[in-house]
């Protein structure tokens, strides 16, 4: 350790002991070992220590903020997941001795120093306060609490409550034993959050249902899905063509048609059906998930996760394993992985190299062969643009669009 590192570490103990004005430059390069003007060729003055440090301590704690869209996939996740992540990534840092250290200096001086005042008022609780409010309003878009609740008021009143914990522990009961105290602050802002999250939440229990499909809902059906997928994947869509077509077919599996409905509307649908996988010397069929689709208005707060979870739970007691084509970062939180682990492929893709987006969910392994498979989807996905263009007559005209991130685009 070189002295400039030297005398950044001793001016925390220092200062967080004695208080920033009870340190002398002197005190500092005598605990160093070093002459009282050396220290002037690492920081021109005991400010510019003290300007060092408070920089040291901010970079830290945004160093381990959770990105925004992480937190959102969290929030999909559930309260738990989501609150949890971002306090434990909090705590983490107070773990460490100097940062609490330098947690008690600023508490301390923000009473009589104006430069760690105004550091405390903007980037310790206006800064995270603002934090706090976006992650309200992410809420509120998410539909997860009460499109009235003052996203403002929560905020402070969650986070004045957590500072109000570290004052107490590093001013009132200090020198309180650091670990008991974290652990505690932990389950106390818990506690805390939860009570105010409950205040404002949206109770989806009682207006949530999953159920079979029926017929009579055939029709809300395939507006949703073709709604749901419009202009995604390419120009118009065709995924509610294959959902209307599918039900006539062999390969259809009734029996895991599912709906989700919200006050009794009906705001998402899941498909599965038989395909097959080809080893060369036999055949064997095999089951897809998909087309899978969530109303627009109740997408990313967890629904389709809800639908995929009841319907693989009643799959697997009828069938050995299940496929399906999509983000592998989505479905691997379901227990799918690479097909190509087993040794399959889909149809039309290179068996030399993996094909991240073709999964499997295996519930039986026994009942897979050991040499290589080919999967084929059912022959009913195979559709061609005249025949989509006439069934889309009967709905609603919508404008095809070229956008980007469509396949090919």
Not at 19 to 27: F, N
Not at 360 to 372: A, G, P, T, W
Request: hydrophobic share 35%; charged share 30%; proline share 2%.
């Amino acid at each position: 350790m070189n002295n400039k590192e030297k005398i950044f570490h001793v001016s925390i103990d220092l200062f967080s002991k004695y208080g920033y004005d009870g340190v002398s430059i002197r005190k500092i390069a005598s605990e160093v070992g070093i002459k009282e003007s050396s220290i002037y060729n690492h920081y021109k003055s005991k400010e510019s220590i003290l300007d060092s440090i408070l920089d040291y301590y901010i970079e830290r704690m945004l160093a381990n903020d959770i990105p925004l869209n992480q937190v959102s996939t969290n929030m999909d996740e559930g309260f738990d997941c989501f609150y949890k992540a971002g306090l434990n990534a909090f705590l983490s840092q107070l773990k460490d001795e100097e940062m609490s250290k330098i947690t008690r200096l600023i508490l301390i001086e923000s009473f009589h120093n104006e430069k760690i005042r105004e550091f405390m008022k903007k980037s310790i609780i206006e800064d995270a306060v603002n934090g706090w409010i976006v992650l309200f309003d992410l809420m509120k878009s998410k539909k997860l609490i009460k499109k009235d609740a003052d996203s403002n008021q929560l905020a402070q009143s969650f986070y004045k409550y957590g500072l109000f914990l570290l004052y107490e522990h590093y001013i009132i009961n200090y020198p309180e034993n650091d670990v008991e105290f974290l652990e505690k602050m932990a389950q106390d802002s818990y506690n805390h959050i939860k009570l105010i999250y409950d205040s404002v939440k949206i109770d989806r229990e009682n207006t949530i249902n999953i159920r079979l499909e029926d017929k009579k809902d055939y029709l809300e059906v395939e507006n949703l899905v073709r709604d749901s997928f419009w202009n995604v994947y390419r120009p118009g869509a065709f995924e509610h063509y294959i959902v209307h077509n599918l039900r006539d077919d062999d390969a259809f599996i009734p029996s895991l048609a599912y709906v989700i409905e919200s006050d009794n509307k009906i705001i998402g649908h899941i498909n599965y059906s038989m395909g097959l996988i080809d080893y060369g010397s036999k055949e064997i069929d095999a089951v897809v998930l998909g087309p899978i689709a969530i109303h627009k208005d109740y997408q990313n707060q967890g629904l389709g996760s809800r639908l995929i979870e009841h319907t693989l739970d009643i799959a697997r007691d009828t069938f050995p394993f299940v496929f399906v084509i999509g983000d592998e970062n989505y479905y691997h939180r379901f227990g799918f992985e690479s097909a190509s682990k087993y040794n399959l492929y889909l149809h039309g893709t290179d068996s030399k190299e993996e094909c991240p987006f073709f999964m499997i969910n295996v519930f039986d392994e026994k009942k897979l062969e050991n040499n290589q498979g080919i999967f084929f989807n059912p022959e009913v996905f195979n559709v061609n643009q005249k025949d989509v263009d006439e069934f889309d007559e009967n709905f609603e005209y919508r404008e095809k669009l070229v956008l980007e991130g469509q396949l090919g685009v």
